[in-house]
Structure formats: C-alpha cells, structure tokens
Nanobody, 121 residues
Framework: QVQLQESGGGLVQPGGSLRLSCAASGSIFSIRRMGWYRQGPGNQRELVAVITNSGGSTNYADSVKGRFTISRDNAKNTVYLQMNSLKPEDTAVYYC??????????????WGQGTQVTVSS
C-alpha cells in the first residue's frame, strides 16, 4: 500500500507565500510523474503543476505560471509546491498525485487527502 501525506497549507494574505509538501510512503519501488491539483469552491479539480520522475520537465497551469514552482526530492519521495504572489483565486483544497510503481511492480495513481489553502485579507 502507498500513502501520500500533504502538509503546508493554511491562511495567507494576498501577495504572500506558502510551501506545500507531499511525502509518499509505503511499498514503493519507484515514483514516476508527481503533481499538484486543486479544487476551489464550486469548481472541478484542476491541474496546477506536474513534474517528471527526473525533475527535468515541468508543466504548469497558465494561471500559476511565474508564481508557483514544483520540485521534488527523490531521496525523500517528496514533491513540493512553492507558491508565491498568492491571489484570492488560488484559494482551494490542494491535492498531491503520484504515479507509483509498488514493490510488486504494479503502477497506480495515488492521491493525498488534500490540504486547504486560503488566500484572504
């Protein structure tokens, strides 16, 4: 079994910064693509940013380009999302997602439980 645990959410004023972390644990052989998604009030879940297993390639939603940075530490099985210049419209529950190959060599997509980010003055 594989678990993803997010941390780092909270309340921040517009223009502020937060750093989200997501650590994977369990029966892990390797982790492929990792990413962050978010779901705001009344909205569908949307992609925020993704990163390849080597960290050599990233992709961002247009709404966060230039403000958010995704990175990963493969030694710690952890992905990060540095969020700068936060706006009220960034308010959402942020979810971590990872494509994990387990020790049984099966590959599945896993989700964290979500962490709330609220941008408000």
């Amino acid at each position: 079994q594989v678990q993803l645990q997010e941390s780092g959410g909270g309340l921040v004023q517009p223009g502020g910064s937060l750093r989200l972390s997501c650590a994977a644990s369990g029966s892990i052989f390797s982790i492929r693509r990792m990413g962050w998604y978010r779901q705001g009030p009344g909205n569908q879940r949307e992609l925020v940013a993704v990163i390849t297993n080597s960290g050599g390639s990233t992709n961002y939603a247009d709404s966060v380009k230039g403000r958010f940075t995704i990175s990963r530490d493969n030694a710690k099985n952890t992905v990060y999302l540095q969020m700068n210049s936060l706006k009220p419209e960034d308010t959402a529950v942020y979810y971590c997602n990872a494509d994990v190959t387990s020790l049984s060599l099966n590959t599945n997509s896993y989700w964290g439980q979500g962490t709330q980010v609220t941008v408000s003055s």
